[in-house]
Each structure stands twice: as C-alpha cells, then as structure tokens.
T-cell receptor, first 110, second 114 residues
Framework: TQLLEQSPQFLSIQEGENLTVYCNSSSVFSSLQWYRQEPGEGPVLLVTVVTGGEVKKLKRLTFQFGDARKDSSLHITAAQPGDTGLYLCAGNTGFQKLVFGTGTRLLVSP | ETGVTQTPRHLVMGMTNKKSLKCEQHLGHNAMYWYKQSAKKPLELMFVYNFKEQTENNSVPSRFSPECPNSSHLFLHLHTLQPEDSALYLC?????????????FGPGTRLTVT
C-alpha cells in the first residue's frame, strides 16, 4: 500500500511567520499535487509538480518536488489568516489514481 | 454554474433509507471520481469513471452503487448504510486518461447515517 505521510499534522502560528509542510513516501510518483481544503468545502488544487527537483512558486507559497520524486515540501512565507486550512499532498501513481497524504491542518492567527 | 457541483450539501439518513448523491461537472472533462473523506483518515478513492465507463472500484461495499449516465453527471446511490459510512463524500473530475491527472473537486456532501 502506498502511503504519503505529512508532517506536521497540526500547525498553529501567528500571522507573519514562515512555515514548511512535508510530504514523504517510500514510493515514487509520476507527479505530485498540493491541495488546500477549507471547512465545508472540497480540496482546491494549488499546484502540480512533475520533474524531480522541480520548484514552483505561487505568490508566498513555494513547492518543491524531491529529486527522487518520493517527497515534496510546501513553504509559506509570511503566513496570513487566509492561508488557514487543511493542506493535502497527493501523489499520482500513473494509473489515474491519486494517493492522498494524511493532511496538515494549519491555523494562522491574526 | 462553473466547476464541479454536488447536491445535496448535507444529508441525514437512517440505515434503512435509500438516497442518492448527485455530481455535475461543467469543465468538459471525461473522467469522474467519488471519494470518501472521514475524520482522521486520508481521502479514499471509491470509484473512477472514464467516458461513462467504470474503470475502478476500490473494494467498495455494494451498499454504495455509482451511476454515470454521461461524462458530466455522476451519481452515488446509497442504501442500507451503516453509521460508519458517515463522512464527507467528494466528487471530482479530470481530463481523459493519458492527459493531466489534475483533479477538480466539488464541495462535497456531508452524510450522517443515524
């Protein structure tokens, strides 16, 4: 069974702080996606990384795919209350199936 | 309407009831998915449909019965559910197999089985 472990599980920080969320697996994925889910809503796609070592930036969010395509990280600079939510990574097994991570719940307080 | 819509947003049903969840996508995609999201568990894939044909059933109990009449609509028929089936049921869509596997989710149906 392919597993994606995310850490930390919970993160409570003050506005303006920086943070990093990790997504780790022993499996190789053809691509990896990051989603953010707010209470009462479905996950919203943030980014897809495809190439080992790839780095993508989305405003204050920086996503990196590991060289071996087994892990990924999400770094948020100067977090804002609007960043609050559940962050999910999802690895593409190459068979139209996404394996979702265990999730990181982020709370950013003003 | 844009994106992926789901109805109802909330549903409470008894174990002997029969109900259906509906999903509609307005993205021109050809693949649709049902997921289950329970507390403290990762999102679980239930079913995959490509061009209206079921291509994946992830060992889902028969009390969950999917239906895909066309590439834009997906239903999940529910009958004789158990309390442990209470969860958020999410629908998603993506382009056809072989292309991007980026999936776009609906807002979900919060199901409570009493």
């Amino acid at each position: 069974t392919q597993l994606l472990e995310q850490s930390p599980q919970f993160l409570s920080i003050q506005e303006g702080e920086n943070l990093t969320v990790y997504c780790n697996s022993s499996s190789v994925f053809s691509s990896l996606q990051w989603y953010r889910q707010e209470p009462g809503e479905g996950p919203v796609l943030l980014v897809t990384v495809v190439t080992g070592g790839e780095v993508k930036k989305l405003k204050r969010l920086t996503f990196q795919f590991g060289d071996a395509r087994k892990d990924s990280s999400l770094h948020i600079t100067a977090a804002q209350p609007g960043d609050t939510g559940l962050y999910l990574c999802a690895g593409n097994t190459g068979f139209q199936k996404l394996v979702f991570g265990t999730g990181t719940r982020l709370l950013v307080s003003p | 309407e844009t994106g992926v819509t789901q109805t109802p947003r909330h549903l409470v049903m008894g174990m002997t009831n029969k109900k259906s969840l509906k999903c509609e996508q307005h993205l021109g995609h050809n693949a649709m998915y049902w997921y289950k999201q329970s507390a403290k568990k990762p999102l679980e894939l239930m079913f995959v449909y490509n061009f209206k044909e079921q291509t994946e059933n992830n060992s889902v109990p028969s009390r969950f019965s999917p239906e895909c009449p066309n590439s834009s609509h997906l239903f999940l028929h529910l009958h004789t559910l158990q309390p442990e089936d209470s969860a958020l049921y999410l629908c998603a869509s993506s382009q056809a197999p072989g292309q991007s596997y980026e999936q776009y989710f609906g807002p979900g149906t919060r199901l409570t089985v009493t």
